[in-house]
């Protein structure tokens, strides 16, 4: 009958949401004390006033009136209070429930390796870490006040068995009642909600890629396409919403019908035993009294309930995101690269595919220690990809990868990556200050070496022009800097860390040939002390490389001077065809 | 103020006036109905259980149950229908919001962050929502049933009622600090959500590099000094509530007891019934419940109402380029584009000095010159997307200030520094300039360049990745290009669109160019040689100016900065 709640979902978001509760523990305790405070002072206010009448007012005694009007006023200050303090605390839980699931997203995403995020849109995490949180909060925010009332429920119906069985028991047929319901709802709801949570996060995906976009949007005229495609995901929530607002209109006013067919029930049967004397006239109006109480604690828990799948929904979406396995992760007994080690590099049968494409098939390659070399291969040869492979951005298949001797596998992430420098096709900056982005994820960086790096990728001069020099805010993805003074900005990133090897995957391309030219020569310097790849397609570059190693088919298909090559290798020569004929 | 924001939230959808009367007047019913039960129930107990009369009680009962499933209808009837407005509501603010801000220059996009705007489309719209759900209806009945409880108080007895109301204007001074106070905490909630969801985007964007470098640690220090700013902003709209509540509380509480106080003593004189002072005490309760409930939604409406304050503000930022001009300039003149002393600045040092060249018809034009020299800034005066600050930037002999942007996006292509693919196929990719008419596999056949997307698995139907990161950059820089390409406009723009590209994929993509439109007057911006040999003009910029325009010869024996260089590139060879 309550298969739902034993469904895998159910049960991991409510240990989830337990966990919610555990980090948070005080505030949720005193939330739910002054819930439960609160309600007892509800009961207590028409038993107040009762006694205030009957035994002041009827009774004409001053001092009775005077005495329980204060102990009216009394409760209901302290009433007061309570509700202030529970709205507090349980505010308190549900905010840094839901900071702390933004807090958790976050970490657990930077952990997650290339191959997930080339799956996962952007829009679609934000949409877990904002509108399903959000979703979660809320039923963290009623939930206090709901347990309160279960609470109270359970009291009021003990008291109510004690006065009368019979009618006692009708009563507690409620509870059931409202369970059942309650299932039946669930196991309708949790599928449609999610529907909209996902249609959500459809949307926002569609929002963030159009307006990343834009420029592109505007390039082509295309503002009108754009707006068409939100507008569908816009719909699609639209759709889904209204099967959810249908299910909650059929159920939600069955949960407040509940009590009202109560006191029916109550009324018809104690009506019933009252004329035929089986109850007394006293106990039967002093009985439904109390089942007006009732009204308002099965609304709050019917209320709860209908929340509760959607919430449940959210949760498990969030889970979904977090229970995400990062693949590439730490080896659990670390090597340490040889102090002594020159950054030699070697490839042995390094099998690796993107999905079902295979790009390496059991490619080997052996680079000496500090050796400038170039990497060469048409476009989608698997220069980049080959790149990702030394810092472990992707996992190979088989086949093993060497720095110095030590397999990378062996080697704790974050050394690995101090030790290789890779300098992106396409350089990203953060909307950060200029330092920031050139000493990221260096902590301790002085102004002096970031001053140095950037002299050397020829950053220097222009990030001083800028209106507060280093500490100006480069704008979003870099944006307000021109494309060539983005890359000299990542290239100076890159050199700070001062690797072992450092890879520039076409990382000057943006650049004119003879900032290109000053640039490698105050990089001839630094590469002398580190093993540097470089890829390009820029014949002077290529020319200073000690050798070049050249790439087709997924695999290394010769490896030695440029002139060589030129010669020896056809396919190499045809690379530079262009540059041949047009020759002056 | 306040009112301006809520009238105006009501009047910018129209669409929802007659179906949110509807669906008022169904919850109104539905108020109605739930009357009538308390009075069945207390008719039953005074004239049938005291009265020993079974069968009275059974027929109030059975009318009882007769509303019961009559409520039942008009409730789940109110309820969808006024959720159906919530809904049609927070679409079209949707779906208009995301029109304005498609609409929106350039600059605007460079001063707003994505993330940011992303929240005005999710978050905030999630406080509307809550509003539009909770609040709208509950409001209206919140409001009837006050109105009704106080006429039945007066009625019972005048002096009580007005003292039990002496405490209400306490309670209006209240709620006006309270309102006071929730709007300023609730505006640094959205403004800090949006912060939130612009760090995580940024967060997301940039695992790549951030993995790269290890950066992980501070990008989560960061992400966790916005998140806790959010939480702090959210906490201080708690304090509000957790002070403004009680004191509602505490109103009630104290206009009972005066009630009863001074009612007592009444009795005590005889000139107020122990009855009356009971039905007293009874319709305050249906004049202080309906209340608190109008708090806890006043509550939702100062929250929604930042939120609509927060999408005015985009909605009031006017598009200037798309207003400004309404010219088609005839495209059969000589001169294509004609800059005249422009200046150009983004709003910090002047970037472009006096900048005077022209560009006929067909013509093939390289521009060079160092990085930061305003190559790109150049392209983008050419694509319209700014309006030079000063001099003029002319098509075909007419100012682009008159030139409306349709005729600017439909006659110029531009490929940007930065090739952004949309997710999706490749194919879906290449006809993004008019997906209806590019007959792409006729077209790619026709300029010989089908062969190169036999690379993919599954052909013109692979699938490219969000911003394409599942193909390689040159790949995508070769799709951007060709997208570009397809859409066969009279000008196209390269700025350093060729970059990532190895020599044959750029030259067969440049003689796609030729193939695909004879007079089409191109613009490369790039700086390896094999492409600025293919111009025929090159144009030479430096810190911001023109020093030369001419062909390569000329250039060569009289530009010092060009042969400057030239000497680069001819290094080593
Ligand atoms: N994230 C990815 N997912 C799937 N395929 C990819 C991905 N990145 C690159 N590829 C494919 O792998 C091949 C090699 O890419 P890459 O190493 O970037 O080439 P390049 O030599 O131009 O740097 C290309 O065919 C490309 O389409
Ligand atoms: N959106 C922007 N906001 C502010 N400054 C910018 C923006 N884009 C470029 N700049 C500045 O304008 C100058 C010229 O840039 P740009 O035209 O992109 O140079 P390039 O010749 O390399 O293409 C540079 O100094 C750059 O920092
Ligand atoms: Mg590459
Ligand atoms: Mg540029």
């Keep these: 009958m309550f298969k739902v709640f034993k469904t895998p979902e159910f049960k991991k978001a409510i240990s989830f949401f337990i966990e919610g509760i555990k980090e948070n523990k005080k505030s949720f305790f005193i939330s739910n004390a002054s819930a439960l405070l609160w309600c007892f002072l509800v009961i207590l206010q028409p038993y107040l006033i009762k006694r205030i009448i009957d035994d002041g007012i009827v009774a004409n005694n001053e001092r009775s009136v005077i005495v329980f009007i204060s102990f009216m006023v009394l409760a209901g200050y302290t009433r007061a209070m309570s509700i202030g303090i529970r709205r507090y605390f349980s505010m308190d839980v549900s905010y840094n429930v839901e900071a702390g699931i933004r807090n958790r997203i976050f970490t657990h995403m930077q952990k997650l390796a290339f191959n997930y995020h080339d799956q996962v849109p952007t829009g679609d995490l934000m949409a877990r870490a904002s509108?399903?949180?959000?979703?979660?909060?809320?039923?963290?925010?009623?939930?206090?006040?709901?347990?309160?009332?279960?609470?109270?429920?359970?009291?009021?119906?003990?008291?109510?068995?004690?006065?009368?069985?019979?009618?006692?028991?009708?009563?507690?047929?409620?509870?059931?009642?409202?369970?059942?319901?309650?299932?039946?709802?669930?196991?309708?709801?949790?599928?449609?909600?999610?529907?909209?949570?996902?249609?959500?996060?459809?949307?926002?995906?569609e929002v963030e890629e159009q307006l990343g976009g834009i420029r592109v949007v505007k390039a082509f005229g295309n503002e009108e396409h754009a707006s068409n495609k939100v507008e569908n995901a816009v719909q699609n929530i639209y759709d889904s919403s209204l099967d959810y607002l249908k299910l909650r209109t059929r159920f939600v006013p069955l949960f407040e019908l509940i009590p009202m067919v109560i006191t029916l029930a109550v009324l018809l049967l104690g009506g019933y035993l009252t004329i035929n004397e089986y109850l007394s006239l006293g106990e039967f109006i002093a009985f439904t009294q109390y089942v007006f109480l009732l009204i308002w604690p099965l609304r709050i828990t019917a209320w709860f309930l209908s929340e509760i799948p959607s919430s449940v929904a959210a949760g498990n979406r969030i889970l979904e995101l977090l229970n995400e396995i990062p693949t590439i992760t730490d080896d659990e007994t670390p090597n340490e690269l040889p102090v002594d080690g020159n950054g030699s590099l070697k490839f042995s049968d390094v099998s690796f595919k993107y999905g079902n494409e295979k790009i390496f098939d059991n490619l080997n390659l052996e680079i000496k220690g500090k050796k400038t070399v170039a990497i060469v291969g048409s476009t989608g040869s698997g220069k980049s990809t080959l790149a990702y492979l030394l810092p472990r951005l992707y996992e190979i298949e088989s086949g093993s990868i060497e720095i110095d001797g030590v397999n990378i596998t062996n080697l704790r992430l974050s050394d690995l990556r101090s030790n290789v420098s890779l300098a992106f096709e396409e350089s990203f900056l953060f909307s950060n200050t200029a330092r920031e982005n050139i000493s990221l994820g260096l902590e301790d960086a002085s102004q002096e070496e970031v001053e140095d790096a950037a002299l050397i990728a020829r950053a220097h001069e222009f990030i001083s022009?800028?209106?507060?020099?280093?500490?100006?805010?480069?704008?979003?993805?870099?944006?307000?800097?021109?494309?060539?003074?983005r890359q000299r900005v990542a290239l100076a990133r890159a050199i700070l860390r001062k690797p072992r090897v450092l890879i520039l995957d076409d990382a000057l391309s943006a650049v004119d040939a003879s900032t290109e030219e000053e640039i490698r020569n105050e990089l001839n310097q630094v590469m002398s002390n580190m093993t540097t790849l470089i890829i390009t397609n820029r014949v002077p570059t290529i020319e200073l490389c000690d050798e070049v190693v050249?790439?087709?088919?997924?695999?290394?298909?010769?490896?030695?001077k440029h002139h060589d090559l030129m010669e020896s290798v056809d396919t190499y020569k045809s690379l530079f065809l262009e540059n041949q004929t047009s020759e002056i | 103020m306040r009112d301006n924001t809520f009238a105006r939230s009501f009047k910018l959808v129209p669409e929802v006036y007659r179906p949110f009367f509807f669906a008022s007047l169904i919850a109104l019913l539905g108020t109605g109905i739930r009357m009538i039960g308390p009075q069945l129930i207390s008719r039953g107990i005074d004239n049938g259980v005291m009265k020993f009369d079974y069968q009275y009680l059974l027929q109030q009962?059975?009318?009882?149950?007769?509303?019961?499933?009559?409520?039942?209808?008009?409730?789940?009837?109110?309820?969808?229908?006024?959720?159906?407005?919530?809904?049609?509501?927070?679409?079209?603010?949707?779906?208009?919001?995301?029109?304005?801000?498609?609409?929106?220059?350039?600059?605007?996009?460079?001063?707003?962050?994505?993330?940011?705007?992303?929240?005005?489309?999710?978050?905030?719209?999630?406080s509307l929502n809550e509003f539009a759900r909770e609040g709208a209806s509950s409001i209206l009945t919140s409001l009837l049933t006050i109105f009704g409880a106080t006429i039945a108080v007066f009625l019972v007895d005048v002096q009580l009622s007005l003292l039990s109301f002496l405490i209400l204007p306490l309670l209006g001074i209240a709620t006006r600090i309270f309102r006071n106070h929730a709007d300023k905490t609730y505006w640094s909630v959205r403004e800090w959500i949006g912060q939130v969801l612009s760090s995580l985007q940024e967060g997301i964007s940039g695992v790549r590099i951030i993995q790269a470098y290890s950066d992980e640690t501070k990008q989560l220090k960061r992400f966790k000094e916005v998140n806790n700013e959010h939480l702090k902003a959210n906490m201080q709209s708690a304090k509000n509530i957790a002070i403004y509540f009680p004191f509602l509380e505490i109103t009630r509480v104290t206009s009972i007891a005066v009630v009863i106080w001074f009612g007592a003593a009444r009795i005590k004189s005889g000139s107020l019934t122990v009855g009356e002072l009971v039905a007293l005490l009874f319709y305050l309760n249906y004049f202080f419940d309906p209340l608190i409930q109008l708090s806890f939604n006043y509550d939702i409406l100062r929250s929604a109402g930042s939120s609509m304050k927060k999408v005015f503000s985009i909605l009031d930022e006017?598009?200037?380029?798309?207003?400004?001009?309404?010219?088609?300039?005839?495209?059969?003149?000589?001169?294509?584009?004609?800059?005249?002393?422009?200046?150009?600045?983004?709003?910090?040092?002047?970037?472009?000095?006096?900048?005077?060249?022209?560009?006929?018809?067909?013509?093939?034009?390289?521009i060079v010159g160092e990085t930061g020299a305003g190559k790109s800034t150049i392209a983008k005066l050419i694509l319209r997307f700014y309006l030079p600050t000063k001099g003029d930037v002319q098509f075909y002999e007419e100012s682009s200030k008159d030139i409306s942007q349709k005729w600017a996006r439909k006659n110029i292509a531009y490929v940007p520094q930065e090739s952004f693919l949309f997710r999706g196929s490749i194919r879906e990719n290449l006809v993004y300039s008019n997906p209806d008419k590019i007959n792409l596999q006729s077209e790619l056949e026709n300029i010989g360049l089908i062969d190169w997307f036999e690379r993919y698995e599954n052909g013109l139907d692979q699938d490219v990745g969000e911003r394409g990161a599942n193909v390689s950059a040159g790949e995508r820089q070769f799709i951007a290009l060709l997208r570009a390409v397809l859409a066969k406009r009279q000008i196209i723009v390269f700025d350093e669109a060729t970059a990532n590209l190895d020599i044959e994929s750029e030259s067969s993509i440049l003689d796609a160019t030729d193939t695909l439109l004879?007079?089409?007057?191109?613009?490369?911006?790039?700086?390896?040689?094999?492409?600025?040999?293919?111009?025929?003009?090159?144009?030479?910029?430096?810190?911001?100016?023109?020093?030369?325009?001419?062909?390569?010869?000329?250039?060569?024996?009289?530009?010092?900065?060009?042969?400057?260089?030239?000497?680069?590139?001819?290094l080593v060879n």
């Design chain 1, 550 to 560: 050249f790439l087709e088919n997924g695999k290394v298909k010769a490896q030695g």
């Design chain 2, 318 to 366: 006017e598009p200037m380029l798309s207003k400004t001009g309404d010219l088609s300039p005839e495209i059969d003149s000589g001169r294509v584009i004609e800059f005249k002393n422009v200046d150009f600045s983004y709003g910090r040092e002047t970037v472009l000095h006096d900048v005077s060249f022209s560009i006929n018809r067909g013509e093939k034009i390289a």
């Design chain 2, 61 to 126: 009962c059975l009318i009882y149950f007769f509303t019961l499933v009559a409520l039942y209808f008009v409730t789940s009837k109110a309820l969808l229908s006024i959720g159906l407005v919530g809904e049609s509501y927070v679409k079209r603010i949707r779906e208009k919001l995301f029109r304005h801000m498609s609409s929106l220059d350039i600059n605007y996009f460079e001063k707003n962050k994505t993330g940011v705007l992303v929240a005005r489309m999710t978050s905030d719209m999630q």
């Design chain 1, 465 to 485: 022009q800028l209106p507060e020099s280093y500490e100006t805010k480069v704008g979003e993805r870099g944006y307000g800097l021109s494309g060539g003074q």
């Design chain 1, 131 to 205: 509108s399903d949180a959000s979703q979660v909060r809320l039923a963290f925010a009623i939930a206090p006040l709901a347990s309160a009332n279960i609470f109270l429920l359970l009291i009021l119906s003990g008291t109510l068995l004690s006065l009368s069985l019979p009618l006692g028991s009708i009563v507690l047929l409620s509870i059931p009642m409202v369970l059942w319901l309650a299932s039946n709802f669930s196991s309708k709801a949790m599928g449609v909600s999610l529907k909209v949570k996902e249609a959500e996060a459809k949307m926002t995906t």
């Design chain 2, 518 to 570: 004879a007079y089409q007057t191109s613009i490369v911006i790039a700086h390896r040689l094999e492409t600025i040999l293919n111009a025929e003009k090159i144009l030479v910029m430096s810190e911001g100016k023109l020093v030369g325009f001419d062909n390569h010869k000329n250039l060569l024996s009289n530009n010092k900065i060009y042969q400057q260089l030239f000497s680069a590139w001819n």
